[in-house]
């Protein structure tokens, strides 16, 4: 039995990319998706995404190519679409949101670790994400193509580990 590639499923805006380019992940991120004028290349977008998308301080959106190809593009309800495409009740304020909902900032002992339950912890090495999603619990430390951690805060984070015998 031969080992063939699984086919991957495209957007027709994407046809013409060669298999080289579309299976390189450099290139997924290089052309990722952010602007109302590169959406509607290959979804339809309804009102109230166009006016989340021309927001001003709205979480940071990309999408790869790869990922809004699996989006259905004639259901606005499609659960990836929903998942990665801002609306306008983004940009509703409301009472629960909280910059830091999970309070994970109370459980961090040092920057980009998360130290709640006693035998883990959740170590964070990027603040960078191929695509963002709209329910992001993180969003206040992603998403900035300028912040990230430093090889201190790195190194930090391992002695921190070495010195706690309980994180498994």
């Not at 039995?1 to 013409?16: E, L």
């Not at 006016?51 to 593009?73: E, M």
């Not at 309800?77 to 999970?102: C, H, W, Y």
């Amino acid at each position: 039995m031969a080992n063939t590639p699984f086919p991957s499923k495209r957007a027709a805006y994407y046809a013409d990319i060669p298999d080289e380019k579309w299976n390189n992940w450099r290139w997924q991120l290089s052309n990722r998706i952010n602007t109302v004028e590169e959406f509607e290349k290959v979804i339809p977008l309804t009102e109230s995404e166009r006016k989340a998308l021309s927001a001003p301080n709205l979480f940071r959106v990309d999408i790869t190519p790869y990922f809004i190809s699996l989006i259905d593009p004639n259901d606005p309800n499609d659960p990836i679409r929903k998942q990665v495409v801002p609306t306008s009740g983004e940009m509703v304020p409301f009472t629960a949101m909280m910059e830091d909902s999970l309070s994970e900032d109370r459980h961090s002992p040092v920057p980009g670790l998360v130290h709640r339950y006693p035998d883990r912890v959740l170590m964070l090495v990027t603040t960078q994400c191929a695509s963002y999603c709209r329910y992001c619990t993180r969003s206040r430390i992603v998403g900035d193509p300028s912040a990230t951690f430093s090889r201190s805060e790195s190194e930090m984070q391992i002695e921190y580990l070495k010195r706690t015998p309980q994180v498994r």
